[in-house]
């Protein structure tokens, strides 16, 4: 079945700089590839996807790029700010909908001020 | 529109006793899914239904644990006995073929 880890499991950066959080699959199947924001105590929220047609993706200071080849992806953030201090999960999918999420082991971020 | 709603929030219960959990999915949500999230961890497939058949339930630990989504709209997670490895988050999600999971906010378990 699909494998997916997450590196690194904690990165400190200092506000406005930027983070980026990698991740590798196994399953060659893969297509569909979400990150997932989760606050302390609340839940898992989608903040950008990407799919296996295209190799980028960006939504205002978050990004994420796609090696299939390779089989890895990244999440980018850029511009860092206090709130975005939370626990990061990638996860990977055979499609979009209807499928089950194999989620990676959660980068906590934390943004000093 | 709703999201998806869970109930209870939080659940406190000693070892051996059995415990159940309530999801309601977004509206038009015909596929459900139950995670188990452990402190630290990413969430962990239980079981997944397509409207009221069970599509992947391979990690679910049949001896104790049991679910259902009868009519195809609302689902049951049911822990029978509870072990105290079974201390979680336990967190439903909703999708259409067209979209991704939303997830619900939890039901935060802690086995004594």
């Known amino acids: 079945g699909e494998n997916v880890e997450q590196h690194p499991s904690t990165l400190s950066v200092q506000e406005g700089d930027s983070a980026v959080i990698k991740c590798t699959y196994s399953d060659s199947a893969s297509n569909y590839f979400p990150w997932y924001k989760q606050e302390l105590g609340k839940r898992p929220q989608l903040i950008i996807d990407i799919r296996s047609n295209v190799g980028e993706k960006k939504d205002q200071r978050i990004a994420v790029t796609l090696n299939k080849t390779a089989k890895h992806f990244s999440l980018h953030i850029t511009e860092t700010q206090p709130e975005d201090s939370a626990v990061y999960f990638c996860?990977?999918?055979?499609?979009?909908?209807?499928?089950?999420?194999?989620f990676g082991q959660g980068t906590r971020l934390t943004i000093n001020p | 529109e709703a999201g998806v709603a869970q109930s209870p929030r939080y659940k406190i219960i000693e070892k051996r006793q059995s415990v159940a959990f309530w999801c309601n999915p977004i509206?038009?949500?015909?596929?459900l899914y139950w995670y188990q999230q452990i402190l630290g961890q990413g969430p962990k497939l239980l079981i997944q239904f397509q409207n009221n058949g069970v599509v992947d339930d391979s990690q679910l630990p049949k001896d104790r644990f049991s679910a259902e989504r009868l009519k195809g709209v609302d689902s049951t997670l049911k822990i029978q006995p509870a072990k105290l490895e079974d201390s979680a988050v336990y967190l439903c999600a909703s999708s259409s073929l067209l979209t991704t999971q939303y997830f619900g906010p939890g039901t935060r378990l802690t086995v004594l």
């Open positions: 996860a990977a999918s055979r499609t979009q909908g209807a499928q089950k999420l194999v």
């Open positions: 509206s038009g949500h015909a596929t």
